[in-house]
């Protein structure tokens, strides 16, 4: 149980474009989910976290326009990436967290990570 | 707030040796405490954590820690690593109370050679 998928795994596109990065938990009921960027050699950056019906709230230093975050349903979150530029390439991970899962209060489930790739 | 040392940025050992990760921990109110292993171009795997009761804990893949209040450390061992075990590690915590944010180390990278 538990599991949280990504799609696409890999994307390459050009300067200029819109990506949208897809985080699905697949066999639970996810409120909140949490989208992270991690930079070569470097930790996770939580970025935003997304609430189920309601605007995602952003870490500080965060563009809110170039990360749109939308969670729709209670097993789907999306991240676009606006305009995207080289310096935008980076791994994006999500992770969701399961409210019913008394045993792992708190406790992150990750998916596998996306890697962006701007030309 | 919290924040998370990993003072290690990678650590090298050979096959069958034992090897410990470093993490420490800062924060004003207890915490929970999350060991991840990250393989290359993967999301990552939960190892073990800590929520209360005995400060020893096992995970999965043979690794153990134990989380020490008056230190405030979550140390990372195992008694004998695998080629398999080559991968990042990932010390993260969050508040013991409400949903919050895990906040995580800068990574350790654990090489592991025949």
């Known amino acids: 149980g538990a599991v949280v998928s990504q799609h696409p795994s890999r994307v390459i596109c050009k300067s200029g474009t819109s990506v949208k990065i897809e985080c699905r938990s697949l066999d639970f009921q996810a409120t909140t989910m949490f989208w992270y960027r991690q930079f070569p050699k470097k930790s996770l950056m939580l970025m935003a976290t997304s609430n189920e019906g309601s605007k995602a709230t952003y870490e500080q230093g965060v563009e809110k326009d170039k990360f749109l975050i939308n969670h729709a349903s209670l097993t789907l979150s999306t991240l676009t990436v606006t305009s995207a530029h080289p310096e935008d390439s980076s791994f994006y991970i999500c992770?969701?967290?399961?409210?019913?899962?008394?045993?792992?209060?708190?406790?992150?489930?990750f998916g596998p990570g996306t890697r962006l790739t701007v030309l | 707030a919290q924040s998370v040392t990993q003072l290690d940025s990678q650590v090298p050992v050979f096959e069958e040796a034992p090897v410990e990760l470093r993490c420490n921990y800062s924060s004003s109110v207890s915490v929970y405490l999350f060991w991840y292993v990250q393989y290359p171009n993967q999301g990552l795997q939960l190892l073990l954590k800590?929520?209360?009761?005995?400060?020893l804990v096992k995970g999965i893949n043979g690794f153990e820690a134990e989380f020490n209040k008056s230190q405030t450390s979550f140390h990372l061992r195992k008694p004998s690593v695998h080629i398999s075990d080559t991968a990042e590690y990932f010390c993260?915590?969050?508040?013991?109370?409400?949903?919050?944010?895990?906040?995580f180390g800068t990574g350790t990278r654990l090489l592991v050679s025949p």
């Open positions: 993260a915590v969050t508040p013991n109370t409400g949903f919050q944010k895990l906040v």
């Open positions: 800590y929520l209360s009761g005995s400060t």
């Open positions: 992770s969701a967290r399961d409210p019913n899962r008394v045993s792992s209060y708190n406790e992150q489930f």
